[in-house]
């Protein structure tokens, strides 16, 4: 039996409302959201905040939780009850954030190149579970759930904000808007 492994990323984006991404320097060399795993003595919200400064030296304040993205192997079958997946199993807590000052408060960590990023021109490179809490955060989502597979499925579609959360049925579960939706009390 594998252990569910705990994650935590956010969107950060400054005043401007620009995205700050990391692009790891593994073989990919894709844009991933900045995160890390959590400990075992904090909250997803704590390592979130915790994980991104020292990722990226910024700090944040975090506004709401876009959703929870398992990554798991696509098209694997469900593990009996009271079984993790295969490996990796990891849940990501996905956050939406905000910049606290103008400029980092510390010095960010080796190994990953941060830069910031227009909402409307974001690099092709991403991820899949980046390119979809992506277009879930700027679309005002929250509370999103979603599974490797629909990640995939979402991200091999032609625009990823399309995506239906798990259980949609093609409208936003209660709470959430659906792409294009305005929220007045925002921005």
Same mark, same amino acid.
């Given at each position: 039996?594998?252990?569910? +492994? !705990?994650?935590? /990323?956010?969107?950060?984006?400054?005043q401007a409302g620009w995205v700050l991404l990391c692009r790891q320097t593994g073989a990919g060399r894709r844009w991933a959201l900045p995160g890390g795993r959590l400990r075992h003595d904090e909250?997803?919200?704590?390592? $979130?905040?915790?994980e991104i400064r020292a990722e990226t030296g910024w700090e944040v304040d975090l506004i709401d939780l876009v959703g929870l993205y398992r990554l798991g192997v696509p098209d694997a079958p469900p593990p009996p009850a009271g079984r993790c997946g295969t490996v990796?199993?990891?849940?990501? #807590?996905?956050? &939406?954030?905000?910049? &606290?000052?103008? +400029?980092p408060v510390v010095a960010p960590a080796v190994g990953c #190149?941060? %830069? !910031? #990023?227009?909402? %409307?021109a974001l690099p092709d490179a991403l991820t899949p579970t980046t390119r979809?809490?992506? /277009?879930?955060?700027?679309?005002g989502r929250s509370g999103v759930l979603r599974e490797a597979a629909e990640q995939a499925? *979402?991200?091999?579609?032609?625009?990823? *904000? $399309?995506?239906?959360?798990?259980?949609?049925?093609?409208?936003?579960?209660?709470g959430q808007r659906a792409a294009g939706e305005q929220d007045a009390g925002r921005r």
């Open positions: 039996m594998s252990g569910l +492994r !705990w994650a935590v /990323a956010a969107v950060v984006v400054d909250s997803p919200p704590q390592a $979130a905040v915790r990796p199993d990891v849940l990501v #807590h996905v956050f &939406r954030a905000r910049v &606290r000052a103008d +400029r #190149h941060l %830069d !910031w #990023h227009p909402p %409307d979809t809490a992506l /277009a879930d955060a700027l679309a499925r *979402a991200t091999g579609a032609e625009s990823s *904000a $399309a995506a239906e959360p798990i259980g949609a049925g093609g409208t936003p579960p209660p």
